[in-house]
Nanobody
Framework: VQLQASGGGLVQAGGSLRLSCAAS????????WGWFRQAPGKEREFVAV????????YYADSVKGRFTISRDNARNTMYLQMNSLEPEDTAVYYC?????????????????WGQGTQVTVSS
């Protein structure tokens, strides 16, 4: 599976961005999908995950209520709608697939990763 993340950019605090992650190589309807981010000098951290059917979603406390993860299995694409962005959200955002949402915060559970897209939020 190859994953291609896109949609990052520069936005002012309070603004919005929508990230996309397109998969190719095989259908990803049997995978859970997640978003992680990594700020300069920090470890990669969990942001959000969505189950195979989309029925279940989980978020990091820092983004709950501001970010929404969704997926379109017919298009082999996942999305992350980010609203009310804060400077602390500045990071490279990565999408990844996992067999399920079990232990969804653990990087080791994810097997395929996209290349990342830069999100910069100015104050």
């Amino acid at each position: 599976v190859q994953l291609q993340a896109s949609g990052g950019g520069l936005v002012q605090a309070g603004g919005s961005l929508r990230l996309s992650c397109a998969a190719s190589g095989r259908p990803v309807s049997s995978y859970a999908w997640g978003w992680f981010r990594q700020a300069p000098g920090k470890e990669r951290e969990f942001v959000a995950v969505i189950s195979r059917t989309g029925a279940s979603t989980y978020y990091a406390d820092s983004v709950k209520g501001r970010f929404t993860i969704s997926r379109d299995n017919a298009r082999n694409t996942m999305y992350l709608q980010m609203n009310s962005l804060e400077p602390e959200d500045t990071a490279v955002y990565y999408c990844a697939t996992a067999p399920s949402t079990l232990e969804y915060e653990s990087l080791g559970r994810y097997d395929y990763w996209g290349q990342g897209t830069q999100v910069t939020v100015s104050s």
